[in-house]
Each structure stands twice: as structure tokens, then as C-alpha cells.
């Protein structure tokens, strides 16, 4: 699940409109080209961006009156990483949750929540720092933007947003779902010391002791 990200930044215009038709089903670049009216070298140059940004793949060929076309279909998780429902969805599923159970059931929910996730990518290895180091890729890949401090003896993952503010909204609960997804990752202790503020940002701590 974690291995690549997609660059669903580049799908503004006609990559847009190009996704939305092979959403609907494979097709060839003559095909996009006479829905588009767009020339078929215009269209093979968006393929091949779209291609390359992980977000489309070939499948196969499509025997026609003159020659074999290719035919283009949406790369596995694109359609996932497309949707805008997932936030909202999360927002509304943790209120309600919060509304349901007493404050410490939902932090083991949330904490086995993190278990969960931690499955999704191999643990790191090496010193202290380095783990640290791959667990700030990890955050990065998930689109966290986030630096690592060293203060006092500790290590600190510090973002510069939240990955989950829509779920958030001041609850604690839910920045113990990465928290655990960290200390399962790291094989390490971990705390949460997020902003939860206006503007939240995640922020976690990892004690490395004498190790580097």
C-alpha cells in the first residue's frame, strides 16, 4: 500500500478530463483523441505523464481495421487516491464513535486502529536515527511535509500540518492511531505531541537513550 505515491497533482485540464474518460473504461489514444478533438500527439503526451505519475497503465492492445492499439486503463488505487469522500467520511465515523464509547475505549480503538496500519508497511531498520529517518520519509509519502529535532536528548518528528485534521477537531483519541502506527514502525516508544489547535500539526517524540 505504502510503496509509491500518485501524482494526482498533474490532473488539472485536459489530464483531467483524459482520467475521467478512462475511468469510465480502457481506451486508446484514437479514442481520447476524437472525444478530446485534441491531435493524437497531444493526447500520447499527456499518456505519457500520466503514465509515468503512476496514475494510468497499459492494458493490453485492442485490434482495429489497420493496426493494434494500446489501451490505457487506471493504475490499482487510483481510484481511491481520487476520491474526495474519504475525509468527510472519517470526520463523521470518529464523532460518532466519540459519541458511543467513553474516552479511553475509543483511544484503544484508535491505538489498534494504528496497529492496523503498521501492517501496511515493513518495519524500519538500523540505529535510532535512521528509523527516525525512514519514519519521516514515511510521513512525507503519506503527505505529511515534516522535519526531524533533536532537543534535549529526545527526537522529534514535527509536521507541518496534520494528516488527519478533518478527524481531529481536538481529539486526542485520533493522533494515538499514528502515534501506534510510529511505535510499531520504529519498533520504539513514541508520544504524541501534537497541535490541535486552529491549525493543527502533528508532532511526535521518540526517546533514542544513548543509541544513534
Given at each position: ?94 464523532r460518532s464513535l466519540s459519541e458511543r464509547f467513553p474516552e479511553h475505549e475509543l483511544d484503544e480503538i484508535m491505538r489498534d ?24 520519509a514515511l510521513l512525507q509519502e503519506l503527505g505529511a511535509p515534516n522535519e526531524v529535532e533533536h532537543v534535549d536528548g529526545a ?58
Open positions: 500500500m505504502g510503496s509509491r505515491s500518485l501524482g494526482t497533482g498533474s490532473l488539472a485540464g485536459t489530464r483531467g478530463r483524459i482520467i475521467d474518460l478512462i475511468r469510465r473504461s480502457p481506451t486508446t489514444v484514437t479514442e481520447i483523441a476524437a472525444q478530446l478533438e485534441l491531435t493524437y500527439n497531444a493526447v500520447r503526451a499527456h499518456l505519457t505523464a500520466l503514465e509515468r505519475d503512476g496514475l494510468i497503465r497499459s492494458a493490453g492492445v485492442r485490434r482495429g481495421e489497420t493496426r493494434p492499439s494500446a489501451v490505457y486503463e487506471l493504475a490499482p488505487g487510483v481510484d481511491d487516491a481520487l476520491s474526495r469522500a474519504y475525509m468527510p467520511f472519517a470526520s463523521h465515523l470518529v486502529v494504528g496497529r492496523r496500519l503498521a501492517t501496511e508497511w515493513p518495519r524500519a531498520h538500523g540505529t535510532v536515527t535512521k528509523r527516525v529517518e525512514s519514519a519521516s527526537v522529534r518528528i514535527r509536521g507541518f500540518g496534520c494528516l488527519l485534521a478533518a478527524a481531529v477537531q481536538g481529539r486526542p483519541q485520533v493522533c494515538r492511531a499514528m502515534e501506534t502506527l510510529l511505535a510499531e514502525f520504529l519498533a520504539t516508544p513514541v508520544h504524541e505531541c501534537c497541535e490541535r489547535g486552529e491549525r493543527p500539526r502533528c508532532c511526535f517524540e521518540i526517546v533514542a537513550g544513548s543509541e544513534t
